[in-house]
């Protein structure tokens, strides 16, 4: 098979081919027909997860697929099922798991960290009773695979862990794919958002999925500009990018006992950083400051019935789609930025390199 791998953090990622993987006994292979590029893969490759051992290393997280072949103790699947999985896999059997919080079992497995990963014409993914999901007909590979570790975090930071109520508002502070899917996602809730990031063209898209303002943080002061329009302060905030002036700022732009979220990835501070989030805010406000890391596959039906009733539409966020001849180079040029939306990799590719539509 045809995969993506590199043999050492920050080095050259290199098209290889490899054998296709032995199906785990708890787990099945799976032949991935989408897979999303995800800033994530870039940490990964950059050596910012520890849980990267085992070199060449395939990187890759969020993709959907056809069950290829089965494991002996698997018993919910077959060959042939259209198949999405959440990237935290959980163990099935720690209180974690038994209670729906698979996104945070303490023995959780990682496609593309925990192991080989998604960047790949097929992947073997252990634990599959407890964490396939299987994909409803209306929900095309493209669209499950964009849902990863962007749409769906951001469905359960939104609907679950700030629990938005129609009439709220929203800020999302960084329009990326996590920022775009919390917007839709508050929107589709009843919430009046407010959106904020430094590129026009993400700002752009905030726009036409639900935000009602949109604030260049290149312009100047956004939680002046932000309490300009919603003079005591928003409900929920959320920091979809993951730095420090971003979480700062979300934070400050809240109203007295208002709640923040943070989902984008942040390093590990260093001695002499200067907080994250500003404590002194959270004590007086009174604030709620909550994580939020991934979606457990028990919860996937209930944003899957959405997209396939047409209640939220993945699909508006995929503005591109390449092979995996293409990855190493979209990779690598995260090292400079992002681009707005969700680029998709199709790892069947025709003789003459043409993507193969699904």
């Not at 993914?125 to 007909?137: G, H, M, Q, T």
């Not at 899917?181 to 009843?190: E, H, R, V």
């Not at 942040?266 to 909550?290: C, F």
């Not at 979606?295 to 699909?315: F, H």
Request: aromatic fraction near 6%.
């Amino acid at each position: 098979m045809k995969a993506v791998q590199f043999e050492k953090f920050g080095e050259a990622l290199v098209v290889a081919q490899l054998d296709i993987p032995t199906a785990p006994a708890d787990g099945v292979v799976i032949q991935v027909k989408a897979a999303g590029l995800c800033r994530s893969d870039w940490h990964a490759w950059q050596g910012h997860d520890p849980d990267i051992t085992v070199f060449p290393h395939v990187p890759g997280h969020e993709f959907a697929g056809v069950v290829h072949k089965v494991g002996t103790g698997v018993t919910k699947l077959k060959v042939g099922d259209r198949v999405v999985f959440p990237f935290v896999c959980g163990c099935g059997q720690c209180s974690w798991c038994e209670s729906g919080n698979a996104q945070v079992c303490p023995d959780q497995w990682q496609p593309g960290f925990s192991g080989p990963g998604t960047y790949a014409e097929f992947v073997a993914i252990p634990r599959a009773d407890f964490n396939a999901v299987v994909l409803p007909d209306e929900v095309s590979f493209d669209v499950a695979a964009s849902l990863g570790c962007r749409f769906a975090t951001s469905y359960r930071a939104i609907t679950q862990v700030a629990d938005v109520q129609p009439g709220e508002t929203v800020a999302v502070f960084g329009c990326g794919g996590i920022g775009l899917a919390a917007i839709m996602i508050a929107a589709a809730s009843g919430a009046r958002v407010v959106a904020v990031d430094v590129n026009a063209e993400a700002l752009a898209l905030a726009s036409e999925v639900g935000a009602t303002h949109v604030f260049n943080a290149a312009d100047g002061d956004v939680v002046a500009a932000i309490k300009a329009v919603i003079p005591e302060g928003v409900d929920v905030s959320v920091d979809a990018l993951g730095s420090i002036p971003t979480a700062k700022s979300a934070v400050e732009s809240l109203r007295v006992q208002g709640r923040h979220v943070q989902i984008g990835l942040l390093l590990p501070a260093k001695i002499g950083d200067k907080a994250t989030v500003p404590m002194h805010v959270v004590i007086a406000k009174e604030l709620q400051v909550l994580g939020s890391h991934g979606m457990a596959a028990a919860a996937y039906p209930e944003m899957l019935a959405a997209i396939a009733t047409g209640v939220l539409d993945p699909g508006t966020f995929i503005t591109h789609r390449i092979s995996l001849d293409e990855v190493p180079k979209a990779l690598a040029q995260m090292s400079t930025g992002t681009e707005p939306g969700v680029t998709i990799i199709r790892p069947e590719a025709n003789e003459d390199n043409s993507l193969v539509q699904c």
